[in-house]
């Protein structure tokens, strides 16, 4: 008889382990998809930048082929400016910019020092002579 009581008595004990095990089921499986929720959402993400990053770079080498063929046809040409930027440049540009170059950078082209800059070399020629000839008379004294 005391087995057919431990029995009655453990029958709720039971269902009460059996609604708790249900209970952490049901939590681990919100857990579960809340991670994948998670994850799916990260991959679509990823998915979404690659495609942007695609379209972006396709849209940039449409660009830079519009813009060569553009430049070819109005006869542009490139040019690399005193700083080594490439540009390019219409040709009425280009030729006045290469024109003021060739004639800023002549080859034999002498430097003819302005009138100023020789007065000051005069200056200072005839500073350090009356130096020298002090320096003569205090040293002979």
Do not use: C
Request: hydrophobic share 25%; charged share 40%.
């Amino acid at each position: 008889m005391s087995s057919r009581a431990s029995e009655t008595d453990s029958a709720p004990e039971l269902e009460h382990l059996r609604e708790q095990v249900r209970s952490e089921l049901e939590e681990e499986h919100q857990e579960r998809l809340r991670r994948f929720a998670e994850r799916r959402k990260a991959s679509d993400d990823r998915s979404r930048d690659r495609h942007e990053i695609r379209q972006r770079k396709q849209l940039e080498q449409i660009r830079y082929a519009e813009r060569q063929r553009f430049y070819q046809e109005q006869g542009y040409k490139a040019f690399v400016d005193s700083n080594g930027r490439s540009e390019w440049l219409p040709p009425e540009e280009y030729e006045w910019r290469t024109r003021r170059h060739r004639k800023k950078h002549r080859r034999g082209h002498e430097h003819v020092p302005n009138q100023h800059n020789r007065r000051r070399e005069l200056t200072i020629y005839l500073i350090a002579a009356v130096a020298a000839v002090l320096i003569g008379i205090l040293l002979t004294r």
